[in-house]
Every structure is written in C-alpha cells, then in structure tokens.
C-alpha cells in the first residue's frame, strides 16, 4: 500500500480494502471492452458507515471514486478511471425489511435483483424490474442505470418502482430522499434524478422500493416470422389493440440461430424472428393478431411458459459466444418500431456487420448488439460506422440513445446530438452541486 490507500485502509475495519494488483484488475471493468484505468485499491463495503468514511477520505485527498456493484454493466459505467478507488456495494446484501401490507421493501445495493423478487413471492408479491441479468445484477446497478427489462412494456423500469433513496453524498453526508408512501410530491423529485445517475452524484447505500401483486394465472404466446418486419408489426397491432402485455419480447434470426446453436432450439430454416408475449388471463387475442406468423403456440403451463422466457434470456450470453460485443439500446416510439428494425438490418447489409437484435418491443427498447472479431482491442471502424448510422436513425426517429443500458462511457460521443448545449449546461451545473470535486465517477455519463 501506498501512503493513501494506507490511510484509506485505517479509516475503515481490516479487510475492507484491496491493493493487490490482480485483484484490484478484476473488479476495474464491466462486461464492455472498454479498456478500464489503472486504480489505486478496492473497497468492499458492507455497511453505509462503510461508504461514509470512503468519500470523506476522497474527499479529503481529491481521489475519484467509480462505484460498483455486479459489473454486469454494459456501457462502460463502472469502468475503473486512472488513480481512483473502486467502491464495490457487492457485500451489502440486506433486505432490511420487507413490508407486505405496505406493498414495499427496504434493500440494499448488492441484493441481486431475482433474491428480491423471490423474496416478494412469499409474500404473494413481485418485484416488478426484470432486466435479462437478473440472476446476477444488483439492485444498486439498476438504480444507477436506471434499468429496464421484459416487464417494463406493463411496469415501468426500475425508477418507476423507486420510492426514496438513502445516498452517500461526495464529501460523506448522508442523505434521504422520497418516502415510503405510494404518493408525495414534497420538494424536488431527488429521488428521480439520483436513479439513472450512474454514480455520479452520489453512493446508493438503501432503496425503498415499490412491489406489487404478483398475477395469478399468465398466458405466453411464442410466434414464429419469415419477416423481421412482420413480427415488428404484429408487436404494434397487440399494443394497439389494447392486449396490456406484461411482456412483448422480439429476437431476430441472427440471435436465434446464435441460441439454436448452443441449446438446440429447433430452428426453422426460415424463421426469421421470434416474438414472446405475455399477459394475464387469455392468451388467444395476441395470438390472433400474429396473423402474419408462420407458427403461433400458446403455453399451456407454467413450465412451458417458463421455457419460452428462458429462450429470451439466453440471448446476449448466446451473442457473446460469438465474439465481443458493442450492445446498444436505442428506444423509439411504438409507431415507428417496423421501420427501426428494417434500418437496423439495412446498416448491416451495408456495412457488412453482424448485428444480432432484440427488443424490449413492447415499449420500442431496441437492442443492436455488434458482433466483432474476439482479438481485436475495440470494435473496428464499420462497426463504429453503422453504429452511428444507428443512433442516427433512433434519434431522427423520435427515440432516443439509450433506454436502460446508461450513457457510461460508449455512448458520450453521441450525447451532444441528444441533449443539446442548454441541458449539457444544466447537467453540469447540477454535477457542480452535488459534487463540486468531480471525484464521483468522473467522466460517465454527462
């Protein structure tokens, strides 16, 4: 240890913080390329005193802090930086209370996002937010990223379930923002704008968040598409019929062929896109309204609907057998979903990229995901280039860069395009207040 990490590693119990060099490698990435920073130590934090004594310690030395929870990230957002500390949330696994008849929990930020729900079930009720990590993301990387997932066509992301908050700010206070009631409207919405920050305003050390009555009796429906096209309208058509899906997920050829080959999926030669939806009660009028599909089968029990959900969530580990992976997650409005798929498959032709797609359809969350050589340091220049073709699009569109995913570090070459100079100037200006050293993850997000 050097002179500070010395002082770090006094201001807080034994163990809690690491140096070896290794060690410290292993805890500086997510699960992008991005190339991470040199950083100076590790600390495993298991309490908010933990996260308290840290940033007073940052403070007081001016050493940046880039928060962490399960790495699963994938835009570069807790990507180590050059002479920071790497404050890892992994160990504050509590569920400090679970309330069934207030319908909330009391988590914090190293509590996996699936041991939650799970631990609503018992009570009859779920938590809502189900990105496709859900087995091994945290609830602390949710907030931060504001994270989505395939219920979020019916629930919302995981802001739409966030109640109050208890944060670390920079120079070590604490504090508590949002309530535990369903409503209020006291004050600034603090807790809104924390979620999504990506830490860069401050440390989520507690989430009060919301749950809900979990549905009795689901019905899924699986349709096979000879068109991309088609099964992208068939996801408009059930919107627009007012089915209420509590899930409506879309996967092109490339990703199911990529998961046929791992798990033997019996893929037709010529499907070309597969829709998963979900609701409560009958599934026939979903299935209807995929009349366009070559092949439409409702789940009779809860174990096949589970098998067809869990095609759905093999998608990016499948991809990533494949090569590395540039994954984006462009949103746009539901009216205009057909036409991002068909430029989507245009750009690839066109530059001659792999781009495998899936989609959070029901609400317009498209997931490009680039495929590049496994060797290469970053993603050559064509994928670059129909990357940007992409956003493009997406933006021209109406949509936006990124709808849960986070900016981190691979989107901010295109925020610019989103934002503009007046909210860049804003979002600057409020970084500067609560975080007038810029020691809080510098260099994300804004």
């Not at 308290?52 to 835009?75: D, I, Q």
């Not at 109640?163 to 600034?188: Q, S």
């Not at 429906?221 to 992208?232: G, I, K, P, Y």
Request: aromatic share 4%; charged share 20%.
């Amino acid at each position: 240890m050097n002179e500070l990490t010395c002082a770090l590693a006094a201001a807080l119990p034994d163990g809690r913080v690491l140096t070896d060099p290794d060690v410290v490698d292993s805890y500086a990435r997510d699960r992008t390329f991005v190339p991470p920073g040199r950083a100076l130590g590790v600390v495993l934090a298991q309490s908010r005193d933990d996260v308290v004594a840290t940033m007073r310690w940052a403070s007081e030395h001016r050493v940046p802090v880039v928060p962490r929870g399960a790495g699963t990230g994938l835009a570069g957002g807790a990507t180590a930086v050059d002479g920071c500390v790497v404050l890892s949330l992994a160990r504050m696994t509590a569920i400090r209370e679970l309330s069934p008849q207030d319908e909330i929990a009391v988590v914090e930020p190293g509590v996996i996002t699936a041991d939650l729900d799970r631990a609503a079930r018992e009570h009859g009720l779920m938590y809502a937010p189900d990105p496709s990590s859900y087995e091994i993301s945290t609830i602390g990387g949710n907030l931060a990223t504001n994270a989505g997932g395939l219920r979020c066509v019916k629930y919302g992301v995981t802001r739409d379930s966030t109640l109050g908050l208890e944060v670390v700010l920079a120079d070590g206070r604490v504090l508590n923002t949002g309530r535990r009631t369903m409503k209020g409207v006291t004050g600034y919405d603090l807790t809104g704008l924390f979620v999504g920050s990506e830490g860069t305003l401050g440390v989520i050390t507690a989430a009060t968040v919301r749950l809900r009555r979990a549905p009795r009796e689901m019905a899924t429906v699986a349709a096979e598409f000879t068109s991309l096209r088609d099964a992208a309208a068939a996801v408009s058509a059930i919107v627009a019929a007012g089915c209420q899906p509590s899930m409506l997920e879309l996967m092109d050829r490339t990703t199911l062929k990529a998961i046929d080959d791992w798990k033997n999926i019996g893929l037709e030669p010529s499907t070309k896109a597969m829709l998963i939806a979900q609701a409560e009660g009958s599934a026939d009028e979903m299935a209807a309204l995929c009349g366009a599909a070559s092949f439409v089968a409702v789940s009779s029990t809860p174990e096949e609907a589970a098998e067809l959900i869990g095609i759905r969530r093999l998608a990016y580990q499948a991809k990533e057998r494949l090569g590395q992976c540039l994954v984006e997650d462009v949103c746009v409005p539901r009216s205009v979903l057909p036409e991002m798929i068909t430029t989507i498959e245009e750009v690839a032709a066109r530059h001659g990229v792999m781009i495998a797609t899936v989609a959070h359809a029901g609400d317009g969350n498209v997931h490009p995901v680039f495929v590049f050589d496994r060797g290469l340091a970053e993603p050559p220049e064509e994928v670059w280039t129909a990357a940007d073709e992409v956003f493009r699009a997406a933006l021209d569109l109406g949509g936006t860069l990124t709808g849960e995913h986070g900016v981190g570090l691979l989107k901010k070459r295109w925020l610019g395009l989103e934002t503009g100079p007046v909210a860049a100037e804003l979002h600057q200006g409020i970084k500067q207040v609560f975080d007038p050293l810029n020691i809080l993850n510098p260099g994300k997000a804004i």
